[in-house]
């Protein structure tokens, strides 16, 4: 939590809110919107306030409202206007843009009416690639620049994780004819399952068999599984464990345990691309769109 930054460059700026720096420094220094503090080494840095400041002013100058009067407004009538903005708007990056400001703000009300809003126009899948997916890609650029605290994530993750959850229990019982198995988990001390618990939403919808065993699984608990089914699929999701150097013996433990079964193992994440994985029974997928694209 210490590492977390609680000040902000203009670049970091730039990085969360996609307004280029000029800019950023246009608005600053014609229209007084910010007021940057400096360190002791006279270097100009930005508060969490500052942050949620141009969130909100983004969000009202991408719907028609000009700087000029934006800069006219006081802090609590960009907030009330830019609030309810966020619950009017039908506009995908808006929408993004509305559960950032959510997150920032802890608030759980903002999140699930914009979340309403959406499910009248979209189904539960197109929200979750159009709206989640780039979010948390937001949201793990922020991890990269450490600018966001673990508060924050928990925070909009969970609130995730409850509209896959509620919706994966709405979809009604049905199974195909596939006799395939497909065994969801991370591995030892992996908890960031929000990828993974989608694919199970996908699996479950398409009328698969899918058993789902969650977060931070030993890697001898598929034997167990193995020994209940003959055809199974097991699919797992890399985002910051095992550690890159341990990665090649993790696949070597894997390919030992399904060889000479019918049984397949499908990785999914970025951190999977760049390896030269041989063994025939394990593919790996860049992203939960891929896999489900290869389905």
Request: glycine letters at 2%; a neutral charge; one cysteine or more.
């Amino acid at each position: 939590m210490n590492n977390i930054k609680t000040r902000f460059s203009i670049k970091d700026l730039e990085n969360i809110s996609g307004i280029k720096a000029h800019t950023i420094r246009i608005w600053e220094k014609r229209y007084n919107l910010f007021s940057p503090e400096r360190t002791s080494g006279n270097s100009r840095y930005y508060d969490q306030d500052s942050l949620q400041k141009l969130l909100n002013v983004v969000l009202l100058n991408n719907n028609n409202y000009k700087i000029s009067k934006i800069a006219a407004m006081s802090d609590n009538e960009i907030i009330l206007n830019s609030r309810e903005l966020a619950l009017k708007t039908d506009i995908t990056d808006d929408a993004i843009n509305s559960l950032k400001i959510a997150m920032y703000n802890f608030d759980q009300n903002l999140f699930n009416q914009v979340y309403a809003k959406l499910l009248v126009q979209k189904s539960f899948p197109e929200i979750f690639k159009e709206t989640f997916i780039p979010l948390l890609n937001f949201i793990g650029l922020l991890w990269q620049t450490k600018t966001l605290t673990p508060a924050h994530e928990h925070f909009i993750s969970n609130l995730i994780t409850q509209k896959i959850q509620i919706n994966t229990e709405r979809i009604p019982f049905k199974q195909n004819n596939d006799t395939r198995v497909y065994v969801l988990y991370l591995p030892e001390n992996e908890i960031h399952e929000l990828g993974l618990l989608y694919l199970n939403y996908e699996l479950t919808l398409r009328g698969n068999k899918t058993i789902y065993l969650g977060q931070s699984v030993p890697i001898n608990n598929l034997i167990d599984v193995q020994n209940v089914f003959n055809d199974i699929c097991f699919i797992s999701y890399f985002t910051v464990e095992p550690q890159e150097s341990k990665l090649m013996p993790y696949f070597k433990e894997i390919n030992t345990i399904i060889k000479n079964t019918n049984n397949t193992f499908w990785a999914v994440g970025h951190r999977t691309q760049n390896l030269e994985i041989t063994y025939p029974n394990i593919k790996t997928f860049s992203s939960t769109v891929s896999l489900l694209e290869s389905l």
